[in-house]
């Protein structure tokens, strides 16, 4: 049993051009971020810090995210249709590190506005413990969108469908119109619910009594910049429309048209994310900087210099 698309295939060359465009710049991004993830790891002081720990929950997240788009760009160039099981695996992987974002971006508003608003309790509210458990709940909530799809589609399609061929598209594999639907609320749901959080961290710490202190101006602009991510990450839940809505106009270009809409929602976006803490934030610059230029160890730590002459 064969499951296939009605997709059509690009020229050799142009496959061959998407694709190292693709890969450069997704693996340029992974680069960056896995910087900032060694950094992240070769200090303590991050360790303890719940806006670290959460900052770098985001970029892992895309670190997934577009390691799994080459995979998957790739493979389908290369071999067109993929087995069912690998793909929905692969799929539901994409998915829910992508529904994680907005999530993650919600709970850092609120580590924003804790330690503006209540900086004398925010050692005790926003500790280790309780930052993973947030973390292991967005992931749950995340996993509340993919998971009903999976239980779906093994209830109702035969064993011999999970080892048949399709061109790896999450419209291809979750077929049911019903769980577009249900995509569609949950998506908005969270939507809404990211949102009143973000406007509801930024108005409280623009009108806290602290507000004209700098560390208030900061985190405000912090906040900004997460709406702006959020922005960003909307723009995948109209991927589909965009790419319908432009393919019906230019059928010649449907191709195309899927790949820039895909490189740009998918791939552009991830720039973002090592620019609002791995080099905006101070602290996390320093250490950035040490990691990249290991002359500048040497000139804050000279006796360990001296000591390794020895």
């Known amino acids: 049993m064969n499951v296939t698309s009605t997709v059509t295939r690009d020229s050799v060359s ?3 051009a998407k694709n190292v465009i693709t890969v450069v710049l997704s693996l340029a991004v992974i680069g960056v971020n896995g910087t900032l993830v060694h950094t992240f790891r070769q200090h303590q002081v991050f360790h303890m810090n719940s806006r ?6 985001l970029v892992l997240n895309d670190i997934i995210m577009l390691a799994l788009t080459i995979l998957l760009q790739v493979l389908s160039y290369i071999l067109f249709t993929l087995n069912v099981s690998f793909c929905i695996v692969m799929l539901m992987v994409a998915v829910s590190s992508n529904l994680n974002n907005p999530l993650t971006l919600a709970a850092m508003a609120l580590e924003c506005y804790l330690a503006i608003c209540f900086p004398l309790r925010h050692p005790q509210i926003c500790t280790v413990r309780k930052t993973c458990v947030a973390i292991a ?9 993919v998971l009903p799809d999976l239980f779906v589609v093994l209830a109702t399609r035969p064993a011999e469908y999970f080892h048949s061929r399709v061109f790896c598209m999450w419209a291809n594999v979750f077929t049911d119109p ?5 995509r569609d609320v949950s998506n908005i749901l969270y939507l809404v619910l990211v949102w009143l959080t973000l406007f509801f961290s930024y108005f409280r710490i623009l009108f806290t009594a602290q507000a004209a202190s700098a560390n208030a101006k900061k985190a405000r ?3 900004l910049l997460h709406g702006f991510q959020l922005l960003l990450c909307m723009l995948s839940y109209v991927h589909n429309i965009m ?3 432009l393919s019906s106009l230019f059928p010649k270009d449907a191709l195309a048209i899927r790949y820039v809409i895909t490189l740009l929602i998918q791939v552009m976006p991830r720039l973002i994310s090592p620019m609002v803490y791995g080099i905006r934030d101070k602290m996390f610059r320093k250490y950035l900087k040490q990691c990249l230029l290991p002359s500048t160890n040497s000139n804050i730590h000279p006796e360990k210099t001296e000591k390794s002459k020895i």
């Open 137 to 145: 709940v967005i992931w749950f909530l995340s996993s509340l969108t």
């Open 14 to 16: 142009v496959a061959i």
């Open 221 to 223: 602009n912090t906040v």
């Open 178 to 182: 019903q769980l577009e639907k249900k």
């Open 52 to 57: 670290y720990i959460l900052y770098i929950h």
């Open 243 to 245: 790419v319908q809505g």
